[in-house]
Every structure is written in C-alpha cells, then in structure tokens.
C-alpha cells in the first residue's frame, strides 16, 4: 500500500535541536513525512547570494542578495508544504 507522503515545513527559530528531534519522533513513528526548512546552517544561509550570483564586495548587496534568495526559497517551501509547524 502507498502512504501519502506528507510534506511539512519546520518554521522558527533556527538556534536549538528542535528540529532534530520532530525528525527523529516521525522517525521512530514511521510516518511518511518528509521535511522542508529554511536553511539552518547561518554561515551557508548568508553566503547563498555570492554562491549562486557570485561574490559581492559590499557587505550591504552580499546580505541583500541572501536575504532575498532565502526569503524566495522559504516563500516557496512553505507553498508546497502540506503542514506549516
């Protein structure tokens, strides 16, 4: 039998495990999930901008390059989310 596959977006803060153990709870549950989030790793969330557009000498456009790639990628994680947590 094919189980729906549930797509949830883990929303907030992104300095605690939280996260981790909702993974690990559905896991041992064996619901099938599978999880979105915003990027949690900060180092790689503010380089997205010089990674994907290229580098960027002003501090100001290098954080409003990123700021905007995330803000489109979390806009459209959250759209194709099933739940929103």
């Known amino acids: ?3 729906k596959e549930w797509k949830v977006y883990l929303s907030g ?28 790793d900060h180092d790689a969330s503010d380089k997205c901008g010089d990674t994907i557009l290229g580098p960027e000498e002003n501090k100001f456009w290098k954080d409003h390059k990123a700021a905007k790639i995330n803000t489109i990628r979390n806009k459209v ?7 929103v947590l």
């Open 1 to 3: 039998m094919n189980r």
């Open 13 to 40: 803060e992104i300095h605690s495990d939280w996260r981790d153990e909702v993974r690990s709870k559905v896991q041992q549950a064996d619901l099938p999930i599978r999880f979105l989030s915003a990027i949690t």
């Open 77 to 83: 994680l959250i759209a194709e989310a099933d739940i």
